[in-house]
């Protein structure tokens, strides 16, 4: 999939699933959920043993599905998750040497930043958008008074965003959304309830057709 087309998918999705997973196979069979629910892109985080192993089994067998690679801190680790097939990158903070990686490999980088000093910093480093993490403390309003001065610049709040209220950081101008326990459930992940996660999957595509 190339640049242009991952950023379009999540544009019109409006959704990335944020998890972590202990296996290759719960991974598979949770993008397979996630996908039958209409979304079709998940962040693999760093912080999941073995990630990038896990994303490169993954990327395999689904060549078609939206996988990133989140919790990114260096370009040495940028470049090995893109080598593994990651369709786009995401770090936690402001991370100048990502975003040239990227930018010279030709994948969106999501770059994380809160105040506004940080938001435009990375937009002008090239960010394709920038992650306003963490979102949870500041809610919608946040990013409906950040978008006033920077309209230009695209944005996915990720922190305690879930069903209920994706539809409203939406309406305040997000490009889109990260979520993570609110979509991908711990408990139904370690159980295997695909079930479950397809039905919240489902659930946040419709909040986001309502806006």
């Given at each position: 999939?190339?640049?242009?087309?991952?950023?379009?998918q999540?544009?019109?999705e409006?959704?990335?699933?944020l998890?972590?997973?202990d296996s290759?196979?719960?991974?598979?069979?949770?993008?397979?959920?996630?996908?039958?629910?209409?979304?079709?892109?998940?962040?693999?985080?760093?912080?999941?043993?073995?990630?990038?192993?896990?994303?490169?089994k993954?990327t395999?067998?689904?060549p078609?599905?939206?996988?990133?690679?989140?919790?990114?801190?260096?370009?040495a680790t940028?470049?090995?998750?893109?080598?593994a097939?990651?369709?786009?990158i995401?770090?936690?903070?402001?991370?100048?040497?990502?975003?040239e990686?990227?930018r010279?490999?030709?994948?969106p980088?999501?770059?994380?930043?809160?105040?506004?000093?940080?938001i435009?910093?990375?937009?002008?480093?090239?960010?394709?958008?920038?992650?306003?993490f963490?979102a949870?403390?500041?809610?919608p309003?946040?990013?409906?008074?950040v978008k006033?001065?920077?309209?230009?610049?695209?944005?996915?709040?990720?922190?305690g965003v879930?069903?209920?209220?994706?539809?409203d950081f939406?309406k305040?101008?997000a490009?889109?959304?990260?979520?993570?326990?609110?979509?991908?459930?711990?408990?139904a992940?370690?159980e295997?309830?695909?079930?479950?996660?397809?039905?919240?999957?489902?659930?946040?595509?419709?909040a986001?057709?309502?806006?």
């Amino acid at each position: 999939m190339k640049k242009d087309a991952t950023l379009a998918q999540i544009k019109a999705e409006k959704v990335i699933a944020l998890i972590r997973a202990d296996s290759p196979d719960g991974l598979l069979d949770c993008a397979k959920a996630l996908a039958a629910g209409g979304l079709n892109s998940i962040e693999v985080t760093m912080t999941t043993p073995g990630a990038i192993r896990m994303l490169e089994k993954a990327t395999a067998e689904l060549p078609n599905f939206n996988y990133g690679l989140g919790t990114v801190l260096d370009a040495a680790t940028a470049r090995a998750g893109i080598l593994a097939g990651a369709k786009f990158i995401v770090t936690p903070a402001v991370c100048l040497d990502v975003i040239e990686t990227c930018r010279r490999y030709s994948i969106p980088v999501f770059c994380g930043a809160l105040t506004p000093t940080e938001i435009l910093r990375a937009w002008e480093a090239g960010a394709d958008a920038v992650k306003v993490f963490p979102a949870e403390f500041f809610g919608p309003a946040y990013i409906k008074s950040v978008k006033a001065p920077f309209p230009q610049i695209d944005m996915v709040p990720t922190g305690g965003v879930n069903e209920n209220n994706v539809g409203d950081f939406l309406k305040a101008g997000a490009y889109a959304v990260a979520a993570g326990s609110s979509l991908v459930d711990g408990k139904a992940f370690k159980e295997k309830n695909w079930a479950a996660i397809t039905a919240k999957a489902k659930a946040f595509a419709a909040a986001v057709a309502a806006v």
